[in-house]
């Protein structure tokens, strides 16, 4: 279990850092060319990048209060036995979809058994 996580962090989390450096890379060579080829174009271009923008006007709208008592009141058995159906079926996924034999072997390896108890009885 714990190669896993391993792989999960080699496979997913380098990978992503190191695509993150290379284009961060990439954008300082093409930054230091063109303040060397072209200056006066490029500190132009930075100074049209270089500038404050608000979100204040988009946001304006979202931020008024609404009254939604009628139409949840309205629908409130809908609204009920949706959020019954998602809590049953959260509950189902977490108790009986996990191997509890192969999570008691992975844990019980590195670990004492009061440890793998624990551990066991949080995750349910």
Known sequence: MLQDS?????????TFGLAVFVVTAFAGIALGIGLNVGSTRML????????WISLRDRI?????????????????RLFGTAFAICGMYTV?????????TYVISALSKNNTPVI?????????
Do not use: C, T, W
Not at 44 to 51: A, I, Q
């Open 6 to 14: 391993y792989h999960v962090i080699n496979q997913i989390l380098i």
């Open 44 to 51: 132009g271009f930075l100074k049209g990048m270089n500038r």
């Open 116 to 124: 793998v108890e624990l551990l066991i009885n949080n995750m349910k």
């Open 92 to 100: 189902y996924m977490l108790l009986f979809s996990i191997d509890f």
């Open 60 to 76: 304006k709208p979202m931020e008024k209060p609404r009254d939604i008592d009628k139409a949840i009141y309205r629908h409130r």
